[in-house]
């Protein structure tokens, strides 16, 4: 089984619709991490939360919000979708070293 | 000036040459460093991480980490055209960035047959 996974793995949604995309790690890794990326952008950090009370913006997270769960679950919530949010969202997690390690993504399509 | 900076490529070698990819960064006071390669569509992943002065090999990769002059490599020796993706560079400026990494926007690199 894949240490981090993510669902949904493709959505296409429409503008103004309220979205979540989940994150769930068997890693026990304490931090996790939710990225977008675009063409010609690189990774670029939404939010990030070093454990289950720490959750920080990136530089990205106008328009986005998150929850922790737990330990082995972070979801990202986009609250009313818009077009320019069309991208590939990345979950990933990192322990006491910080290597990060991915999920396999999501596609994310506005309409 | 952006703080991890690659050429987009694309790097073309032939089969069975050496690919060298290169990585400025701007933080002189940065630590660890990693290399992900990412094929189309696909999720990074981690082929190296680096954190002192030299070379580190693991097969055909090696890292070579030089402080001093902000930059980081990868080569990929005996290049197969299995390595036709885009790579990574990150870097984790350390507390002074909430310890978290920052990305350059990847290296695409084709090897042809």
């Known amino acids: 089984d894949a240490d981090v996974t993510q669902t949904p793995r493709n959505r296409i949604t429409k503008t103004g619709k309220r979205i979540m995309l989940e994150c769930s790690q068997t890693?026990?890794?304490?931090?996790m991490y939710w990225y977008r990326q675009d063409p010609g952008l690189g990774l670029r950090l939404i939010y990030y939360s070093f454990d289950v009370k720490d959750i920080n913006k990136g530089e990205i997270s106008d328009g986005y919000s998150v929850s922790r769960q737990a330990q082995a679950k972070f979801s990202l919530s986009l609250e009313s979708a818009i077009p320019n949010q069309t991208a590939l969202y990345f979950c990933a997690t990192s322990g006491k070293v910080d290597e990060q390690f991915f999920g396999p993504g999501t596609r994310l399509t506005v309409l | 000036q952006k703080e991890v900076e690659q050429n987009s490529g694309p790097l073309s070698v032939p089969e069975g040459a050496i690919a060298s990819l290169n990585c400025t960064y701007s933080?002189?006071?940065?630590?660890?460093f990693f290399w992900y390669r990412q094929y189309s569509g696909k999720s990074p992943e981690l082929i190296m991480s680096?954190?002192?002065?030299g070379d580190k090999e693991d097969g055909r990769f090696t890292a070579q980490l030089n402080k001093a002059s902000q930059y980081v490599s990868l080569l990929i020796r005996d290049s197969q055209p299995s390595d036709s993706a885009t790579y990574l560079c990150?870097?984790?400026?350390?507390?002074?960035?909430?310890?978290?990494?920052?990305f350059g926007t990847g290296t695409r690199l084709a090897v042809r047959p």
């Open positions: 933080d002189r006071g940065s630590q660890s």
């Open positions: 890693k026990g890794h304490d931090r």
């Open positions: 680096i954190y002192s002065n």
């Open positions: 990150a870097v984790n400026p350390g507390k002074s960035s909430g310890d978290k990494l920052t």
